[in-house]
């Protein structure tokens, strides 16, 4: 095994490899301020960043990424200003502790990721250990990484020296395969960071990263489901009668589907043993990493508090979760579900998607922010990341739009739009979808029954609709019947419409003919 003095450090502080849970749980408590809830969880905070930073992510710009990066999308940082933080950030650890955690990002060996993660934080070690996938014991002796993330949130970025927007910074060498993080505790940076690598590497390898879930049924049937923060992505797949492949990131590639992952990072506001009984069973087991979790008087998290933030999170291993896969990989998936949560109450509750319409809103990403869940967000709130993932893609989003494309058509997979948000109405006047209907349309779209309804074709989307579900209000199946208001249906049909355009226009002259058809309102024009 390569060690860090390879890799250019020179410590007079402890760096201890490949620490287990257990060694790590008493690191964390004896120095980050971690804390043991009442069942045994690690529960620590992460400060002011609660969440992500991506307006604080850079991409090395080179001979190697200047032509392929989006810089649209990617801020760009020159070799001089990343070589000096690394140099920076390198002597910021001369006389401190370290843990080094060597993992794998990706279950499929053809295409894994080994990963050296660095960190400062015991608490982040034992994050890190969770969320990727642990080598067999024996393979650590020859273990070489080809991606190394160094964690460090005590260190300061400077905006001038290093060409920093703050003093937080995630910068990204894709050509070296090094990831610089400072001046955040918020632990997902790490998680995020190997999977913008791999969205990075594996396109050129004809493999298809993916923001998504995915499960398998009892005969192989594998299904996919991608979707934004808050839509069910997590949630919907958690199904005790199919064996969880995982919850977030996934490859599609020549042998199928295969988790980048070899655990969970599951939200946890408001989550309860009732509607979530598998996530929540984990909060209680020794291992769990709780993320910004308050805990009351008797260090029991209060999942309903989010005084700290909305976005609280626990981390742990698949194994947690009692259907989840051993392998982390499945064939190639029958089923493609594309989540959104509609807040205007305008997009029926399910809809079948050909391949161009497939496409159309995979680049598109819908979903939409909710009044109370963000500061400053009074009333619903359309939000586009572009392939469920924006933040996390290196590459043209049409790249990762085509490959999805050409593997839907190659596999004969069934696309299905569904709709977890609003239905009689936006939110504040409607009700939430309820989830024993999403659920039934999700099992008749798994089974393959649901091909079998009969449908209309949507007049604002172009998509198609069934028409009634064994077991689903019909009423439900029909957005505008469920508004007390018809005219104002078709107001907020049309504003929803005129967003999906506006925000589409960017990819226009990247895209056929058939995908620019596919979107909203052409039935409407061409009528």
Known sequence: ????????????????????????????????????????????????????SPKDKFVVRDDNTAGHVWWDNNNTMSRENFDRLHADMLAHVQHRDLFVQDLVGGADADYALPTRVVTELAWHSLFIRNLLIRPEETALATFVPKLTIIDLPSFKADVARHGA??????????????????????????KKSVFTALNWLLPPKKVMPMHCSANVGP????????????????????????TLIGDDEHGWGENGIFNFEGGCYAKTIRLSAEAEPEIYATTK?????????????????????????????????????????????????????MLTADAFGVMPPIARLTPDQAMYHFLSGYTAKVAGTERGVTEPEATFS???????????PTVYGNLLKDLIAEHGVDCWLVNTGW???????????????????LAAALDGSLKNAL???????????????????????DPRSTWSDGAAYDRQAGKLVDMFVTNFAKFEDHVDGNVRDAAPGIRLAAQ
């Open 1 to 52: 095994m390569l060690g860090l003095e390879s890799m250019g450090f020179k410590t007079s502080g402890t760096v201890r490899y490949n620490f287990t849970e257990s060694a790590l749980y008493d690191e964390a408590l004896g120095r980050d301020e971690a804390v043991k809830t009442a069942d045994g969880a690690l529960r620590a905070l992460t400060g002011q960043h609660t969440g992500r």
């Open 165 to 190: 927007r703050t003093e937080t910074m995630i910068a990204c060498d894709l050509t070296r395969g090094i990831i610089l993080i400072a001046g955040t505790y918020y632990a997902g940076e790490m």
């Open 219 to 242: 005969d192989g049937d594998a299904a996919i489901f991608f979707g934004l923060s808050g839509t069910g992505k997590t949630t919907l797949s958690a199904d005790p009668t199919r």
């Open 285 to 337: 087991r020794f291992g769990t990493v709780l993320e910004n979790v308050v805990l009351n008087d008797r260090g029991e998290p209060d999942f309903d508090d989010a005084s700290l933030t909305q976005n609280t999170r626990c981390a742990y291993p698949m194994h947690f979760i009692p259907n989840a896969s051993d392998t982390g990989r499945a064939g190639h998936p029958k089923t493609v579900i």
């Open 386 to 396: 572009t392939c469920f993932g924006a933040p996390f893609m290196p590459r043209h």
């Open 423 to 441: 239905t009689g109405g936006r939110y504040g006047e409607g009700c939430r979808m309820p989830i024993k209907a999403t659920r039934a349309l």
């Open 455 to 477: 449908f209309r074709r949507d007049d604002n989307f172009g998509f198609m609709v069934p028409v009634s579900v064994p077991g689903v209000d019909t009423k439900i199946l």
